[in-house]
DNA sequence: TTGAAAGCGCTAACAG
DNA sequence: CTGTTAGCGCTTTCAA
C-alpha cells in the first residue's frame, strides 16, 4: 500500500492501513496503539512497540480531519482578533497559543482588521472547519458572532470587547481610567503647576471607550476639576483620525487644555505627530496619560504615563470560564497594571 | 433528520442529507448546487434555488472535514511566524491572511517564539491538518521544515530568512545595510562632523545578519572609512541582549564610535534604553540607523534612520512562487524602501 | 488478545 | 436532469 515515491516525495500520505500491512496486523490495532488507549484493548507489549517503530520509520502523522470526522471533535480552537499594529493583540496571540497548545488544542488565529463583515466571514470560515469555539477578541460586533455560533451549537466568548451573548473577559477600563486619569493630572499638577482637565482622544464611544471617559470623568471629580465637555474626543483608534481630531481641537478651540488621555498606542501615534508638527514642546510643558503600553513610548517621554492591560491575568480568566462550561454570561473585569515610566 | 434543539443550540449540526431531505432531492443534488458545479449536473434553476433557499433557512455550513478528506483537498495554508513583538511580522501575517483568503484559502497561522522545538512541533501539526504547504518565516531551521514538508509530500516555502531546500523570498539585506549604513556615515559627516565608523549591534551573525554586516562593510568601504571589527557585535535580537552589549562594549572600549547601526526595532529598544540610562544625549551628536521600521522610532529622533522591508513586494513574490510550482530553489531579494524621516 | 466492519459528512463516478 | 453508491482515513463497537 505504500505508494510511488519520485524524489523522496510522497504523492500519497502513509496511513494506518499502510503501517498495519507493515507490521502485519490491523488498522484497529494500529489506531489503539498510536492513540494510547492500547492498555485498554490489551494490546501486547510487543505489537506496541512494533507499531510504534515502523510508524515513527515512515515519518507517519495522523489525518486529523479524518480523525476529526470520526471522532466528531476537531481539537481546533478559533481566536478572531482585529490588528497586529500593537504590542497588546500580539501578546493575546501568543499566550492564546500557548495556552491552547498546552491543552492539547489546535488555535487558529484571524484577523479581522476591524471590518465587521471580515469578522462574520471568519467565524463562519472557523465553524466549516469544525472549530470547538470561538473568541472574539476586540470585535466591532461580538453578538453577531456569538449569534452565529449558537446557530452553529459551539460556544463564543469575547475578549477585550464586551458582548452580551455570551461570557466576557475584559480590562477594568473604568477603573484602569481613573487610576491614570489622576496620575496625569496629579503630575500636570506637580511638576507643570497646570490645574486644568485633559483632552480625551480616540476610541469609539461605546463600550470600552465609554467606560474609560467614565472613568475620565471620575477622577477630574475626584480631584475637583471640571471637564471639558467640547475635548472629548472619540474620533475612532486611528493614527490619522487622532492628528485630524487634534488639528482640528487647537484651531476651534483656543483656551484649550494641554494635558491628554489617549486611548491607545495607535491613537498615540497620531497625537505624538501632531505634538511633533504643531507643539513640538508639549511633552515638556504638560504630562499625556495612554491606557495601552509599548516599550518605545516608554522611551519617548518621562512625561507619558501608561497602563499595561494584564493580557496573561485575563487570559487565564478566559481559559477558566472555557474550562467550566457553564451557561452565565458572566463579565470579568481585570484591572490593569500600572507601566508608568 | 434535523435534531433536538435545546435552547437555540443545535445539538448536531445541519448535514446535506438533512437539507437533502428538506428539499426533496438527494445529497448529491445539494452538493453538487452548494459547491456551485451545479451547471455541469445541469440542475434545474428552481431546484437549485430551492436548495440554496433551504441551506440559508438552516444556516448551513459545509464541513470542511469531510469534504477535505473526500476531496484529498484542504484548502488549508500554513504560516510559521517568529513572535508577534514587532510591525514587521505583523504586517507579514495581516498582508498573508488576506491574500490567501483572496484566493480561497484559509490560512493558519502559529507563532513559534524562535524556538526551534515549537517550530518543528507547530509543523507536524499543521501537517497534521493537511495543509495544503506551509511558509517558514523567520525560522531558525528553515531547512529541518523543509525536510519534515518534503517527507510528507507537501512544498514548503522559506519568507524573510532563507534556506537551502526550498524558494525563498527575503530582503535584500546586503543593499539594504549598504544603502542605510552609507546615509548614517554621512549624516554624521555632515551634521555632526563625525567621520567615524559605525557601531554594528544585534542579530546573529548567520544568514541575514552577516549578509547586514557584508553590506555595512561595503558602505564603510564606499566612503573610505575603515569598520572597528571590535565594534560588529551580533548579540541577539533580544532588547535586553543589546542593552547588555552596549553597557559592555563602552566599559571595555574607551575609543568607540558614536553612530550605531541597529539591526531591528526589538534590539533598538535595548539600544535606546541604553541611551536613556548613559548616553541621554547621544542621539543629539550622532545618527543611528535601524535596519526595520517602527512608526513610534519615528517620532523618537530626527537622527535615527531607517529602511523599511517591503512586504507587499515580498507577498507578492511568495504568491508567485507557489502559484509557479517548479521545483527550483530560487532566491527572491526584495530590496526594503526607505523610511527616513 | 485481536480483527472485521460500520459509519462520521462529503464528493464524484456512474447509472439511470 | 437526478439519485445511488463507493470510499476518503480514522475510531469504535462487536464478535471471535
Redesign the pocket.
Known amino acids: 500500500m505504500v505508494q510511488p515515491v519520485a524524489d523522496g516525495i510522497q504523492t ?2 502513509t ?3 499502510d503501517l ?1 500491512a507493515l507490521a ?9 496503539v ?2 494510547g ?1 492500547w492498555k485498554k ?4 507489549e ?3 512497540e512494533r507499531i510504534r517503530r515502523i510508524a515513527d520509520e515512515q515519518g ?1 502523522a ?2 486529523m ?3 476529526a ?4 471533535r476537531s481539537r481546533i480552537v478559533g481566536m478572531i482578533v482585529p490588528m497586529y499594529d500593537n504590542r497588546y493583540f500580539g501578546s493575546i496571540v501568543e499566550k492564546f497559543e500557548q495556552m491552547a497548545r498546552d491543552r492539547g488544542l489546535f488555535p487558529i488565529i484571524t484577523c479581522t482588521q476591524r471590518d465587521p463583515d471580515l469578522e462574520v466571514q471568519a467565524a463562519r470560515a472557523m465553524l466549516s472547519y469544525q472549530v470547538e469555539f470561538i473568541v472574539a477578541t476586540g470585535a466591532t460586533d461580538p453578538d453577531h458572532i456569538s449569534d452565529i455560533c449558537r446557530a452553529a451549537g459551539i460556544r463564543s466568548f469575547n475578549l477585550d470587547l464586551p458582548g452580551t451573548k455570551a461570557p466576557s473577559v475584559l480590562s477594568d477600563n473604568f477603573g484602569g481610567a481613573r487610576t491614570l486619569t489622576r496620575q496625569v493630572l496629579q503630575r500636570n499638577r506637580d511638576r507643570f503647576a497646570r490645574n486644568e482637565p485633559l483632552v480625551f482622544v480616540g476610541g469609539r464611544a461605546v463600550d470600552n471607550t465609554a467606560e474609560r471617559i467614565r472613568g475620565f470623568r471620575a477622577a477630574h471629580a475626584d480631584m475637583e476639576i471640571a471637564v471639558r465637555e467640547d475635548c472629548i474626543i472619540a474620533c475612532g483608534y486611528a493614527a490619522q483620525k487622532a492628528e485630524q481630531a487634534l488639528t482640528h481641537l487647537y484651531q476651534t478651540v483656543p483656551d484649550h487644555p494641554h494635558g491628554m488621555f489617549v486611548n491607545s498606542t495607535i491613537s498615540l501615534e497620531g497625537v505624538l505627530r501632531w505634538i511633533k508638527k504643531e507643539q513640538p514642546d508639549l511633552l515638556q510643558t504638560a504630562a499625556i496619560g495612554c491606557f495601552d503600553f509599548d516599550p518605545l513610548v516608554d522611551l519617548l517621554s518621562e512625561n507619558i504615563l501608561m497602563v499595561k492591560q494584564d493580557v496573561p491575568t485575563m487570559l487565564d480568566a478566559l481559559w477558566r470560564i472555557i474550562a467550566e462550561n457553564n451557561t452565565t454570561h458572566e463579565v470579568v473585569e481585570i484591572p490593569p497594571v500600572a507601566a508608568v515610566s
Chains 1, 2 share one sequence.
Open positions: 500519497k500520505r496511513t494506518i492501513y498495519a502485519g496486523t490491523s488498522a484497529s490495532a494500529v489506531s489503539a498510536l492513540n488507549n484493548r490489551r494490546i501486547s510487543k505489537l506496541a507517519y495522523v489525518n480531519q479524518a480523525s470526522l470520526r471522532r466528531e
